[in-house]
């Protein structure tokens, strides 16, 4: 099955520090990403989508320039936390569209703590 | 954006019981499908129900759907301690567009 593989799993980082997360598709192309954000005891949230070759779209409320989305190539979408605080604490997961009939892939998802 | 409201919020129950969560949402859907999540672990997708479905069993899961009321639910039968976690309804529409997740709901199961 279309597998999504989400780099680091847990990170501890420094305040004012930047943090990068990869999602790479192992065995599909995907030409979509979309990344959400979830605080503890909370649901998924959609932070952005991002798009092969063209700019990521973001959801209302998630700052594009603290949040920076890369999708350079048909298999890897990076999410760069920059100048970390510790309000940017929270679990980050990558999903994909895969084929159709509704199917969806998701990383296993990024544990960030700022301190 | 959130979808829709999940309730209860949180669940316990005692090994042996069923469990029922209900799900709402506000737009129309391609499909809703409801994942399990452990604490601080990645999801896990449970089952998928398309809109001109209304029922579907897979084990001990069984999901219902109302698209007239834009309800969902999720019943577990003869509910396990391990089946301890929160569960997430979400629906998708057509075209690439993201699974928008409901609040939650988090059951814990007594032994």
């Known amino acids: 099955g279309a597998v999504v593989s989400q780099h680091p799993s847990w990170v501890i980082c420094k305040s004012g520090t930047s943090v990068k997360i990869e999602c790479r598709s192992l065995d599909f192309q995907a030409t979509t990403m979309f990344w959400y954000r979830q605080f503890p005891k909370q649901s998924l949230m959609l932070m952005a989508t991002s798009n092969e070759g063209s700019k990521a779209t973001y959801e209302q409320g998630v700052e594009k320039d603290k949040f920076l989305i890369n999708h350079a190539s048909l298999t890897l979408s990076t999410l760069t936390v920059t100048s970390a605080h510790p309000e940017d604490s929270s679990f980050y997961i990558c999903?994909?569209?895969?084929?159709?009939?509704?199917?969806?892939?998701f990383g296993s998802g990024t544990r960030l703590t700022v301190v | 954006s959130q979808q829709g409201e999940e309730d209860p919020q949180a669940l316990s129950i005692q090994e042996g019981e069923n469990a029922t969560m209900n799900c709402s949402y506000k737009t129309s859907i391609n499909n809703l499908q409801w994942y399990r999540q452990n604490s601080g672990r990645g999801l896990v997708h449970l089952i998928l129900?398309?809109?001109?479905?209304r029922e579907k069993h897979s084990g001990r899961l069984r999901v219902t759907l109302d698209t007239s009321k834009k309800s969902s639910s999720l019943l577990i039968t003869a509910s396990r301690a391990a089946d301890t976690a929160s569960y997430f309804c979400?629906?998708?529409?057509?075209?690439?567009?993201?699974?928008?997740f409901g609040k939650g709901t988090r059951l814990s199961v007594i032994a």
């Open positions: 979400a629906t998708d529409g057509s075209g690439n567009t993201p699974l928008v």
């Open positions: 129900i398309r809109s001109n479905e």
């Open positions: 999903s994909a569209r895969v084929g159709g009939a509704g199917g969806y892939t």
